[in-house]
Nanobody
Framework: QVQVVESGGGLVQPGGTLRLSCVAS????????MGWYRQAPGKERELVTL???????RYADSVKGRFSISRDSAKNTVYLQMSSLNTEDTAVYYC?????????????WGQGTQVTVSS
């Protein structure tokens, strides 16, 4: 079992920056990837960005050039640095991790952190 906890959400003005953190913890796990998803009111949850165990990254087109994912593997932590935020980025941001310690992918989600972009 893997516990996933996000932090760092809040209210920010358009054009501002914000950094989210996600920590994965548990008794024994092997993470294949860690990533961020978001869900705006009335919309489906969508991928924002992810990083694989090998360091490969993937970004949604809407955040390329503005958001950056980084990780601290020793701490099982991933960060989402967001800049040039706009109102379209308002959403609940969820961290998702994929654990492969049992040989098959187990997906775990955090509880989410609210990001509101507003003047």
């Amino acid at each position: 079992q893997v516990q996933v906890v996000e932090s760092g959400g809040g209210l920010v003005q358009p054009g501002g920056t914000l950094r989210l953190s996600c920590v994965a913890s548990g008794s024994r796990f092997r993470l294949a990837s860690m990533g961020w998803y978001r869900q705006a009111p009335g919309k489906e949850r969508e991928l924002v960005t992810l990083v694989t165990r090998d360091g490969l990254t993937r970004y949604a087109d809407s955040v390329k050039g503005r958001f950056s994912i980084s990780r601290d593997s020793a701490k099982n932590t991933v960060y989402l640095q967001m800049s040039s935020l706009n109102t379209e980025d308002t959403a609940v941001y969820y961290c998702r991790v994929i654990d492969v310690s049992r040989g098959t992918p187990d997906v775990y989600w955090g509880q989410g952190t609210q990001v509101t972009v507003s003047s």
